[in-house]
């Protein structure tokens, strides 16, 4: 689906099949009298297709990184191309459109909500992306079709195995 948001501008000479850019981007993080640099001149290109994963020690970034890539977070310098478009100098309410649309994430902690069922925690999302009640509850259905969780999705969370709860 291609973003559409008159704030996002293309960006020029990217190759088409790159998905997503980091174009020497650093975050900087004042913590109270301190600079902390937490990524300096990170450069990164994921291109369709491709299985990436991140390394390094703690403190080394990764979080960081993975902010970037995940449009949790926006560079102190630096640019993000993610299918073609900079988002490097977005508002927190269209990264938030962009994270709806475009990108998923697997947690450590699932992060589910406990008094919801299976069901109403893959729905949710769709509700902050102006689906439609019927239409979000077909698509939360297939999606878990899809990871052979359909006979669990009246289950709360509690009531789920851990993997079944990361699916």
């Known amino acids: 689906m291609p973003i559409k948001n008159k704030n996002i501008k293309p960006a020029n000479n ?10 020497n981007v650093w975050k900087i993080y004042q913590m109270g009298e301190v600079k902390v640099e937490a990524l300096r001149g990170l450069n990164l290109e994921i291109k369709k297709g491709e299985f990436v994963a991140i390394l390094g020690p703690s403190g080394s970034g990764k979080s960081t990184a993975m902010n970037m890539i995940g449009a949790l977070d926006v560079p102190t310098k630096g640019r993000i191309i993610l299918d073609g478009h900079d988002i490097s100098n977005l508002s927190e309410s269209e990264l938030a459109q962009i994270r709806g649309r475009k990108i998923g994430f ?3 902690q699932f992060n589910l909500i406990q008094t919801l069922t ?8 769709m509700m902050f992306q102006n689906i439609s009640k019927e239409d ?7 999606l878990l079709q899809l ?3 359909e006979e669990r999705i009246e289950h709360k969370p509690t009531e789920l195995s851990g993997g079944q709860q990361q699916r």
């Open 14 to 23: 990217l190759m088409k099949d790159t998905i997503i850019k980091l174009d």
């Open 106 to 108: 697997i947690f450590q």
């Open 118 to 125: 299976a069901l109403e925690n893959v729905a949710l999302p």
């Open 136 to 142: 979000r509850i077909e698509r939360a259905k297939q």
């Open 147 to 149: 990871v052979e969780l």
